[in-house]
C-alpha cells in the first residue's frame, strides 16, 4: 500500500497564492514520519517548495528553485520519504526529534539527500533572508565581513577556503535567531548565490561537478541537513555536538598571557640578524612582555628551501639563542610552497611525488611570493609527504632552537588549477581535503602553532588567526571586521583566535596612525591574544602608557581566557561569543556587531569609528557593572546612550558576581 494512504497525509487545495495572476489551485501534501509529530509537507506553486513542520506549526519552508515533479513522496523502507522528478530524486530522512542532551531544547533534525546529481546539472535549493526580526550567523569568513551575515553578496560562488575575499575558514554552517541551522556535508561540491541576480533575500545552496571541485565525476552528492531548537544558542550546541565537533586541547597559556611580536607589519621582508636584534631590544626597553618574537618573510634562501640565507642571519643559532637570554622564544613563518628557483629542493619534491599536480602532470601554481606558474605545492593528502615536511622542520628546531612556526596559507586557490588529490578517508576527492591535511599537519608542533585556515579541524589544540586585516576603520577589512571576524570563527566552532596585527598589516604603504593603532589594542583586549608588529613607541610617550595598560589589562583576564578554552574544551561553548549568547531571544543583542562577549560575563564595546570619543551601548539582561567606573551598575536590558570613551578608554562590562576563578 502506498504512503500517501498507510500514512494519512493530507491534501489541501487552496487558492494559488504565489501567483496572484495566475488561476490555478494550489496542492499542498503532508507527509508524517514515523513515531513522531514531524511531517514534511510539498507546496506546488509557481516553484515547488517543501516546509518542515511540528505539529501544526511550521519549522521551516525551502524552495526548491529548479526541482520540477508531479510526483508524490514515496515512503522508503528506512523510514524517509523520497521525491523523484523521473531522473534525480531527494530523500527526507528525520535523524532527531526531541529534547537533547547539553542543548537545553527539544531539537528536530532532518537529512536532506540527493545521491545522484548528474554531471553537468546543479540542483539549487533556497532559503528565504526576507524574514522580519530574523538574522543569519556564522558562513564564511570574508574580506567585506557583515555581521549578521544575511547581508553578504555571493554568485555562483564556490563554497571553499580560498585567497578570495580572505575566505579562509568557513565550515558549510548557517544560523539563525529563530533557532535554525544548515550544515552541508563536505562530499557535496557546493556553490552558493545570495542576495545577487534571482536571488534577492535568499541564501541558495547549489551543488554541481565544476572546478575548483573534481569536474570529471559522472555524478555528485547534494546532501544537507536542518536543524531547529528553541533558540539560536540551542540549536548551536546541538551543531557543535553533532557536526562541528570540539577541542581536545587548548593552546599555549604564554601566549594567551603576554603578546606575540612579529617582524612582518613593521618591516614587512626587510629583516636580517640585526633587525630582529634591535626590535628584540627595543621590545624589552620600552618595558614590554612578550609571548614569543616571530621572524616572519624572507629568511630563506629561497621560497621552500627551509634553510636560513646566512647573508641576512650568519648565524642564527647563536641569535636565536641570545633571543632566549632576553627571555623570547622565537618562531618562524611557515608557508606550503616551494618555487621553482628553489631548484634542489623543487626537484627532490618533483622526483618523489611530494607537488600536488594537475591532470596533465603539471605542478605549476602560483602564490603572492611568485609569478604564475614558478610555484609549486606540497601535497599534505600524501602522507609521505607530510611526513617529509615535518622532519624537515623538525631539523630547523634541533639545529638552530626554533621553539616552533607560524604556518601560512593552506586554502584551496593556491593549489594548481583541477588538481589531482589523494582521496580522505570516506573516498571522498576534494580540494577541501587538502586544507585539512595540511592543517592537521602543521598542528602536530604543538601548542603554539597558528594557522590561519581551517576545515574540520576545530578539534585541534592551536590558534587560528584571522586573515590579514588592512589597516582601515571601516567594512573595507577594517578594524569593525576584526570583531565580526571574530565572532564568524567562534560560531564556525573555532574558539581560539587569533586576531591579526594590532592596527592592522599597513599594506599599500598605509601604517596605522596612532588613533587607529589603540582602538584596535583597545578592541583586542578581551580576544584570547594580542599580536603586536607596528609598535607605540613609534609615535609617542602616550601611546606607549595607553597600550601599557591595556596589555596589562589583558593579561589580568588572562586566567578567564585559559578557563574558558578549558569551557571550550569540554562542552565546545565560544570563547568571544555574540551579544545573543546570553539572551538568545533578545532581538536587539542579535543584531549587535560591534560589541562581543568573553564568556558569559563580560560583555566589550570598543570604540570603532575614526574621530569618536563617545558611543552608544546595549547591554543585554542582567546586572552589568562598569569597567571603569565600579561604582555605577546598569541593569540590562539597557541602551546607554553616549557613553564617554577618549583615546585611553576602552569601554566594557562585568555581570555583577563576575569571579575571575
Not at 448 to 463: A, N
Not at 580 to 604: H, N, R, S, T
Request: glycine share 6%.
Amino acid at each position: 500500500m502506498k504512503a500517501t494512504i498507510a500514512l494519512a497525509f493530507i491534501v489541501l487545495a487552496t487558492t494559488c497564492y504565489w501567483d496572484v495572476a495566475q488561476t490555478c489551485q494550489s496542492i499542498e501534501q503532508r507527509y508524517k514520519f514515523s513515531n513522531s509529530d514531524i511531517y514534511v509537507r510539498l507546496r506546488r506553486g509557481a516553484k515547488l517548495q517543501y516546509e518542515l513542520m511540528k505539529g501544526t506549526s511550521s519549522l521551516q519552508t525551502v524552495t526548491l528553485d529548479n526541482f520540477v515533479t508531479s510526483s508524490d513522496l514515496e515512503l522508503t523502507s528506512t523510514g524517509s520519504y523520497k521525491l523523484s522528478d523521473g531522473t534525480s530524486s531527494i530523500e527526507f530522512t528525520l535523524v532527531q526529534s526531541g529534547v537533547v542532551s547539553g542543548t537545553g531544547s527539544d531539537i528536530t533534525h532532518i537529512k536532506v539527500a540527493r545521491n545522484d546529481v548528474a554531471a553537468g546539472s546543479q540542483p539549487r535549493d533556497c532559503f528565504s533572508l526576507d524574514q522580519s526580526e530574523i538574522h543569519w550567523f556564522s558562513g564564511p569568513e570574508q574580506k567585506a565581513h557583515y555581521w549578521p551575515v544575511e547581508r553578504q553578496q555571493h554568485s555562483n560562488y564556490s563554497y571553499l577556503p580560498k585567497e578570495l575575499d580572505n575566505f579562509g575558514v568557513g565550515e558549510r554552517y548557517w544560523l539563525n535567531s529563530n533557532g535554525v541551522f544548515i550544515f552541508v556535508e563536505s562530499n557535496t561540491p557546493l556553490f552558493i548565490d545570495q542576495n545577487t541576480g534571482d536571488y534577492k533575500n535568499k541564501l541558495c545552496l547549489s551543488a554541481t561537478a565544476a572546478l575548483p571541485y573534481d569536474s570529471r565525476v559522472t555524478s555528485s552528492k547534494f546532501v544537507y541537513h536542518i536543524g531547529l531548537a528553541k533558540n539560536a544558542k540551542s540549536a548551536h550546541k546541538y551543531a557543535v555536538k553533532t557536526f562541528l565537533g570540539q577541542p581536545t586541547g587548548y593552546p599555549d597559556e604564554r601566549i594567551v598571557q603576554y603578546p606575540i611580536w612579529s617582524t612582518w607589519a613593521l618591516y614587512s621582508r626587510d629583516i636580517d640578524d640585526a633587525v630582529v636584534r634591535e626590535f628584540a631590544q627595543k621590545i624589552v626597553d620600552n618595558g614590554f612582555e612578550n609571548s614569543q618574537l616571530e621572524i616572519d618573510d624572507d629568511w630563506e634562501i629561497c621560497y621552500g628551501a627551509l634553510t636560513f640565507r646566512e647573508s641576512k642571519f650568519p648565524n642564527i643559532t647563536k641569535l636565536v639563542a641570545d633571543l632566549k637570554e632576553m627571555d623570547f622564544r622565537v618562531t618562524l613563518w611557515i608557508h606550503p610552497f616551494i618555487n621553482k628557483d628553489c631548484v634542489d629542493i623543487y626537484e627532490e619534491a618533483l622526483g618523489l611525488g611530494y607537488l600536488v599536480l594537475d591532470h596533465a602532470g603539471d605542478p605549476s601554481t602560483q602564490w603572492w611570493n611568485s609569478e604564475t606558474g614558478v610555484a609549486t605545492a606540497i601535497d599534505f593528502t600524501k602522507p609521505e609527504a607530510q611526513e617529509w615536511f615535518t622532519k624537515r622542520l623538525v631539523r630547523l628546531q634541533e639545529e638552530h632552537g626554533i621553539d616552533s612556526f607560524k604556518f601560512d596559507a593552506g586554502e584551496t586557490s593556491w593549489l594548481p588549477p583541477d588538481p589531482v588529490l589523494q582521496a580522505s578517508e570516506n573516498d571522498i576527492i576534494s580540494p577541501l581535503q587538502a586544507v585539512g591535511d595540511y592543517v592537521r599537519t602543521v598542528a602536530s608542533f604543538g601548542a603554539m602553532v597558528e594557522v590561519r585556515s581551517g576545515q574540520g579541524t576545530q578539534d585541534l589544540p592551536i590558534f587560528v588567526r584571522i586573515v590579514d586585516k588592512d589597516s582601515e576603520w571601516g567594512w573595507n577589512n577594517g578594524l569593525v571586521t576584526l570583531i565580526t571576524s571574530l565572532l564568524q570563527m567562534n560560531l564556525n566552532g573555532y574558539p581560539f583566535v587569533l586576531p591579526d596585527m594590532i592596527g592592522g598589516n599597513g599594506y599599500d604603504d598605509s601604517p596605522p596612525n596612532k588613533e587607529l593603532f589603540l582602538r584596535w589594542l583597545q578592541a583586542n583586549v578581551f580576544m584570547p591574544a594580542l599580536q603586536f608588529s607596528f609598535v607605540p613607541w613609534t609615535f609617542d610617550d602616550e601611546a606607549i602608557e595607553i597600550t601599557k595598560n591595556f596589555t596589562a589589562l589583558h593579561a589580568e583576564y588572562a586566567p578567564y581566557i585559559i578557563k574558558l578554552f578549558k569551557r571550550a574544551v569540554e562542552t565546545g561553548e565560544p570563547v568571544n561569543a555574540p551579544l545573543w549568547w546570553i539572551a538568545p531571544d533578545d532581538k536587539v543583542a542579535q543584531g549587535i556587531y560591534d560589541e562581543f562577549l568573553l564568556g558569559d560575563d563580560i560583555i566589550a564595546a570598543p570604540v570603532i569609528i575614526e574621530g569618536a570619543t563617545k558611543r552608544d551601548i546595549y547591554l543585554p539582561e542582567g546586572q552589568w557593572t562598569d569597567g571603569n567606573n565600579a561604582d555605577t551598575v546598569y541593569t540590562g536590558p539597557i541602551w546607554i546612550m553616549d557613553y564617554s570613551a577618549p583615546l585611553n578608554t576602552l569601554p566594557y562590562f562585568i555581570r555583577v558576581g563576575f569571579e575571575m576563578d
